[in-house]
């Protein structure tokens, strides 16, 4: 089975400071795919950054940017210069498009980001 | 463009009563997704389309039934709903599933349902 681990469930940051938030995962494939969403409490879940596992360079999205180790199965995702709007609960996501698994997201149990002015 | 919409966005039922929630997206998807979100859990897969006219069961699909009634549209019934079913529903879609290049899975602002 397919897990993600988020083992912060809370992290606070100050406003324009940088704050690192982290996920591990489990898997036997070597092709998959990660994500971090961000879920503000609107509820609505949006696509913070993604992750392809063949790529050895790492993501980056603005001041978003992620520190992917496959041979640790680390995903961490970095957030400089931090903003009141970033404060939400962050989920990390694997996926791979292969077998029974095909098109599933699986999803950790989310971090609550904290930022304070 | 309005992306991924849901209906309704709130819902009490009492136990045993049915209802549908109706999902719909103007991106022209093949995929679409339905999950549901517990307190402290992430978000779980309940069922899936990979294209129009095929629906396969997720990680919880017990208590549910959908349908993908065309391209736009994925609707998940609740024949006979549960105090466990009281959980947050999200649809999502992606625009394809199949020849191993993954894509992004978009997400609707989700349905809060609760059973009494």
């Known amino acids: 089975a397919q897990t993600v681990t988020q083992s912060q469930p809370e992290m606070s940051v100050q406003e324009a400071e940088t704050v690192t938030l982290s996920c591990t995962y489990d898997t036997s494939e070597s092709d998959y795919y990660l994500f971090w969403y961000k879920q503000p409490p609107s509820r609505q879940m949006i696509l913070v950054i993604r992750?392809?596992?063949?790529?050895?360079q790492n993501a980056t999205e603005n001041r978003f940017s992620v520190n992917f180790q496959k041979a640790a199965k680390s995903f961490s995702l970095k957030i400089s210069d931090s903003q009141l709007g970033d404060a939400a609960m962050y989920f990390c996501?694997?996926?791979?498009?292969?077998?029974?698994?095909?098109?599933?997201?699986?999803f950790g149990r989310g971090t609550q980001l904290t930022v304070w002015p | 463009n309005a992306g991924v919409t849901q209906t309704p966005k709130f819902q009490v039922l009492k136990t045993g009563q049915s209802m549908t929630l109706q999902c719909a997206q103007d991106m022209n998807h093949n995929s679409m997704y339905w999950y549901r979100q517990d307190p402290g859990m992430g978000l779980r897969l309940i069922y899936y389309?990979?294209?129009?006219?095929?629906?396969d069961k997720g990680e919880v699909p017990n208590g549910y039934n959908v349908s993908r009634l065309n391209k736009r549209e994925f609707s998940l019934r609740l024949e006979s709903a549960a105090p466990s079913q009281t959980s947050v529903y999200f649809c999502?879609?992606?625009?394809?599933?199949?020849?191993?290049?993954?894509?992004?899975?978009?997400f609707g602002p989700g349905t809060r349902l609760t059973v009494l």
């Open positions: 389309s990979a294209s129009e006219g095929t629906t």
């Open positions: 999502a879609s992606s625009e394809r599933v199949w020849d191993g290049v993954t894509d992004t899975q978009y």
């Open positions: 996501a694997y996926k791979v498009d292969r077998g029974s698994t095909l098109g599933r997201l699986y």
């Open positions: 992750q392809e596992a063949y790529k050895q």
